[in-house]
Structure formats: structure tokens, C-alpha cells
């Protein structure tokens, strides 16, 4: 029987040098996209590491193919980066989660894509890292408070600071931008103490998850959990259902019908077309998810803008930082009588930040009982109608030109574009222009029409 091999996926947290300090014989790979795990050859009782995986340049390694290698006998441990993520969501299944980003990800302490992303240079380079993980942010705050380096009051300031950042942006320079001079010293103690390793938790945690797979025992390939002569009995092996698609997917899937010949349409369709031109439609998204804001608190044992407070980092003594300010209007930031009710506000703008949980479910929900709900599905019909009839003449822009299209119709003094694509649920121009692109011909019919019909 030949040994069971060892496949590691890291870089930009673990250099190959770094991994093969730990385990010699390991096999290192590049971070894991879509599809590499498939790609390799396996047997019962290999080992398969997922340290690192790609968030933006590549599809992420997905859900079904862990689970499939799974099904073949094959020890999954993910630890420190996408490898934490993807354990706590499949965990139940079978994947082995490791390190303290994991228990994070697992308790709920942390939700967000975006806490472990990091943007970093090409692999020839060996994946150097040019912005800092958020989770790291949160460990050396911590850390640094409890050894008297960083002020608590200046850590929170940092996270939140950092947290309303593309990931993609939190370069140390950009933070230090974003914050008040009196907490660039603290930031400069984190970026020494986390660039040295010492308060780099992806780092600590990606190096002793690796030493727990070198110090395991040895022991007899595991069964491939769908083979039919598995010595565990079936009754013992929780059954966890998982449908291999994508929420978008199975949104769309669920409620796909053909509204005239060739043209099909789903629910997720419907709620684009209230998001996008409905004027109340703001108003019912800020009321669902506030309810679902409100029971994550309630779950926690505390009220909505305790949980709130908490996850943005803010205290009652410190003024709201300023980059939080984009998501709220004017007058809701000069609202000294409704600062309470920030956190709530801010949570539910910036959702994708901090919660992971699809809300388009329980929005949806909520318009299919509206008055409107024939009124929406009859514009997404005039929608895919009007694009029949432009066909080849019209060409469709790129999505964030698209974006910056439509955004004219949301203009109003005292707001600005982040704040009025958070309150219809759009994390930025690229998402807006995307969803745009199938009501763009209908768009310019509108526009058209409008200029042709004249005034009272």
C-alpha cells in the first residue's frame, strides 16, 4: 500500500519553503481556486490542506468538490484563510477545522468573506501580500491591548476604519489615510508586529495546523463516505443536505418560469426590477433586514444596537470614524437625536461586510405578498421585450458604465452613490451595472419616452 500523501495549498499566508519546514514530503500547490482539488489524484487517507484560496483573480475553490473529495476518503483540513472559511460552513460534512480563524468563523465571532482576503503580488514573486487581512487587524488590537502596545479605544477605531474597506484596498497607508493622527502610532505598532509574524494569526495558524497534520497518528485510510461496504453504520453519519449549487443559483432555479415564448424569468428577477426602479423599495429592504439584524442580536443575548456597536467596532464615547460616513446621508450622520440608531442603519448598509447570511430570501418573501408583485414581474417582461427589439443595434456598456448610467436616477443632494446602492442592497457599481444590463434597453426606451411626451 503506498503512503498516503500530503497536499498543501498555500501562499500568499505560507511560502513553499515555510510549509516544507514543517512537513518535508508535502506536495505544495498554489492557493486553491475552482476546481484544483479536482484536479489532483487521490486515495483513502491522504491529507489535503487548504491554507489559501483565491477570493477575485479565480473562482473559489467550491463547496462540491470538498465535498466529493471528501466522499473519497480524503482527510480535508482547512486552517487559517479560505481553508478556516470553508471548514466552519462544512464542518458537519466531514472538512477539519483548525486554529483559532476557524474557531472564529465556526462561533460566529467573525462572518465575512472579506476578514481573511488580502490582495497580493504573482506567484514567481511568492504571492507577496500588499494589504493586511482584517482578522490579522482584529488579533494584533487585541493582543496589543492585553500587552499595553495599542489603546483599546484606538484598536476598535483601526478595525472599523478597515472593516468598511474593500479588502482589496486595506493597505497600511490606506488605513492610516482613513484614520485621525492620534491612532497612526498604534497602526504602526501593527503593522510592525504583524509584518515581524508575531501578531500574524493566519500566519500562526496556517504553521500549527500543519504541525498537527505532521505530529497526527497514523492510521488506516478512512472509507470514501458514499462506499455501500463502509464499516460505519449509516445511522451514525449525520445527513447534511447540500445541493452543490450557489444561493444565486438555487434562487433562480427554484423559481425560473417562461413568461412568453423563449423568455424566462425568476423571483430574484422580480426583486431586481423593485430594487432598481421601485422609490419605496429602500424602505422595505431597511425593515427586513433590520428583522433579521434584530434576531442575530436576540440570539446573542443582546439588544440590536449592542450587537451592532459591537460588530462595528464603535463605543459611546467615540465620534463615528469617518470612513463609515459614505454609507449614511447627510442628514442621517447630522442626526445628533438618532445616533442611537446608527449602528442598526450602518449594519444593515454595509451587510455583505458583516454578515455572510443571503437576505435576498427574506426580502423576497416580503414582496411576493405586495399589492405590486404583478406590477414588478410585468416590468421585467417590458424589460426582456424592449432588449428583443433593440437586439444587435444596442450596445450594452460594461457593468460599472452601466452603473454610473443608472445611478441618475437616484440623484439627490445630501447622499452620495455608496449610500444609495447600500440602501437597495448593491454592494458597489460592478453588482449595480450587472443587474442593469438586462433593463438597459428598457432604460433608454423610458428615457425616450419621457423626452417625447409633452409637458402639461
Known amino acids: 500500500m503506498s503512503t498516503p500523501k500530503v497536499v498543501v495549498y498555500a501562499g500568499p499566508t505560507l511560502s513553499a519553503a515555510d510549509v516544507r519546514a514543517v512537513l518535508p514530503d508535502a506536495e505544495v500547490r498554489p492557493p486553491a481556486g475552482r476546481g484544483d482539488l479536482l484536479a489532483d489524484r487521490w486515495h483513502p487517507g491522504d491529507v489535503a490542506v487548504v491554507i489559501d484560496g483565491y477570493f477575485r483573480e479565480r473562482r473559489s475553490v467550491g463547496h462540491k468538490e470538498i465535498l466529493q473529495v471528501l466522499t473519497e476518503g480524503v482527510d480535508v483540513v482547512g486552517a487559517a484563510s479560505m481553508g478556516a472559511l470553508r471548514a466552519a460552513e462544512l464542518a458537519p460534512c466531514g472538512m477539519r477545522g483548525l486554529g483559532t480563524v476557524y474557531g472564529m468563523y465556526a462561533s460566529g465571532e467573525i462572518d465575512g468573506d472579506d476578514e481573511v482576503g488580502v490582495l497580493h503580488g504573482p506567484a514567481e514573486m511568492g504571492y507577496p501580500a500588499q ?3 482584517l482578522v490579522n487587524l482584529r488579533h494584533g488590537c487585541k493582543e496589543g491591548a492585553e500587552q499595553d502596545l495599542v489603546p483599546a479605544e484606538a484598536g476598535r477605531r483601526i478595525v472599523a476604519a478597515a472593516a468598511v474597506m474593500p479588502f482589496t484596498h486595506r493597505g497600511w497607508k490606506d488605513i492610516e489615510r482613513a484614520l485621525d493622527e492620534c491612532d497612526h502610532e498604534a497602526l504602526w505598532t501593527l503593522e510592525e508586529m504583524i509584518g515581524s509574524g508575531v501578531w500574524d494569526l493566519k500566519r500562526l495558524d496556517a504553521t500549527a495546523a500543519l504541525r498537527a497534520v505532521a505530529d497526527r497518528p497514523a492510521t488506516a485510510p478512512a472509507p470514501a463516505a458514499s462506499s455501500p461496504d463502509a464499516s460505519t453504520p449509516a445511522a451514525s453519519t449525520p445527513e447534511v443536505p447540500f445541493t452543490g449549487i450557489s444561493r444565486t443559483q438555487a434562487l433562480v432555479r ?9 423568455r424566462w ?3 430574484l428577477d422580480v426583486l431586481n426590477a423593485a430594487r432598481l426602479y421601485d422609490p419605496d423599495y429602500p424602505a422595505l429592504h431597511e425593515d427586513v433586514l433590520t428583522g433579521m439584524l ?6 446573542r443575548g443582546m439588544t440590536l444596537e449592542q450587537y451592532g456597536t459591537a460588530k462595528l ?3 459611546d464615547r467615540s465620534p463615528l470614524p469617518p470612513s ?9 450622520a447630522a442626526d445628533g437625536a438618532g445616533a442611537s440608531d446608527r449602528p442598526r442603519l450602518l449594519m444593515v448598509r454595509v451587510w455583505p461586510v458583516w454578515q455572510s447570511m443571503d437576505w435576498r430570501p427574506a426580502v423576497l418573501d416580503r414582496l411576493r405578498t405586495s399589492e405590486r408583485w404583478d406590477e414588478w414581474c410585468a416590468l421585467v417582461a417590458r424589460a426582456d421585450e424592449a432588449a428583443e427589439e433593440a437586439g444587435p443595434r444596442l450596445a450594452v456598456p460594461p457593468p460599472v458604465m452601466c452603473a454610473n448610467l443608472f445611478m441618475r436616477h437616484w440623484q439627490g443632494s445630501g447622499t452620495s452613490p455608496v449610500a444609495e446602492m447600500a440602501r437597495r442592497g448593491f454592494t458597489g457599481p460592478e453588482e449595480l451595472g450587472g443587474t442593469v444590463r438586462r433593463f438597459f434597453a428598457y432604460d433608454i426606451r423610458r428615457a425616450r419616452e419621457r423626452r417625447n411626451t409633452p409637458a402639461d
Open 131 to 133: 494589504t493586511v487581512a
Open 313 to 315: 467596532g464603535l463605543d
Open 254 to 262: 427554484g423559481t425560473r418560469r417562461e413568461h412568453a415564448p423563449g
Open 265 to 267: 424569468m425568476s423571483d
Open 324 to 332: 463609515l460616513a459614505p454609507w449614511l446621508t447627510e442628514a442621517e
Open 294 to 299: 434584530r434576531e442575530f442580536a436576540a440570539d
